[in-house]
């Protein structure tokens, strides 16, 4: 089992849709989590930090973190061509560790 | 403006020969890192650096190095060695405590004819 999982895609959505985005992990030390989007042929750039769980919304983004299920997602609302990314989460055990461990990323797609 | 860059872009290599990957950052970073991007698997570490002159091997350093002589600078010598090295370079930057996120260069896309 990967230490962190997350769905390929593609995911297709049309633009306005309310966009789901998730990852699994196994290991509990986990405790700051992290999204990037990455768009084709370019580095990753952070959208969301949060730290346990809980939720953090910044504009038409929301990170969830349920650490009792192992589980984070990230929801995009009103999403746009624009957010035709790869979305890749991360997370790490501890505030000083550099051991930051990535998911594989969703490729998403909305469509005009 | 603060930020990492990476160079070349592009860069095409003969098999058998070393090729080193330039990273610098302006943001006053401590830490620095080197991944490889291959579809479908996400980022692997290569190496990393916390400070000036020390650097630790990542989950895939075989047939790479690296050196820190400058908190600046972090260059990535693909070596013959390296079997497979055709792939997407990212190199990064963090604070090495407090909020440290990685902060990614635009990236560096290796090919081996």
């Known amino acids: 089992q990967k230490e962190v999982e997350q769905d390929p895609g593609p995911l297709s959505v049309p633009e306005g849709a309310i966009v789901s985005l998730n990852c699994t992990y196994s290991n509990s030390a986990f405790q700051y989590f992290m999204w990037y989007r990455q768009y084709s042929r370019k580095g990753p750039e952070l959208l969301m930090y949060?730290?346990?769980?809980g939720n953090k919304e910044d504009g038409r983004f929301t990170a969830q973190v349920d650490k009792s299920s192992k589980y984070i997602s990230l929801f995009i609302r009103d999403s746009q061509p624009s957010d035709s990314a790869t979305y890749l989460c991360?997370?790490?055990?501890?505030?000083?560790?550099?051991?930051?461990?990535f998911g594989p990323g969703t490729r998403l797609s909305v469509l005009p | 403006d603060g930020g990492i860059t990476q160079s070349p872009k592009y860069l095409f290599r003969k098999e058998g020969q070393n090729v080193t990957l330039s990273c610098e950052q302006n943001l006053n970073h401590d830490a620095m890192y080197w991944y490889r991007q291959d579809p479908g698997q996400g980022l692997r570490l290569i190496y990393y650096?916390?400070?000036?002159?020390?650097?630790q091997k990542g989950d895939i350093a075989e047939g790479y190095s690296v050196s820190r002589e400058k908190k600046e600078s972090f260059p990535l010598t693909v070596t013959s060695a390296q079997k497979n090295p055709t792939a997407f370079y990212l190199c990064?930057?963090?604070?090495?405590?407090?909020?440290?996120?990685?902060?990614f260069g635009p990236g560096t896309r290796l090919t081996v004819l």
């Open positions: 949060t730290y346990s769980s």
């Open positions: 991360a997370m790490k055990a501890d505030n000083y560790g550099q051991n930051f461990v």
């Open positions: 990064a930057s963090s604070r090495r405590k407090g909020l440290n996120w990685q902060f």
């Open positions: 650096s916390q400070i000036v002159n020390d650097f």
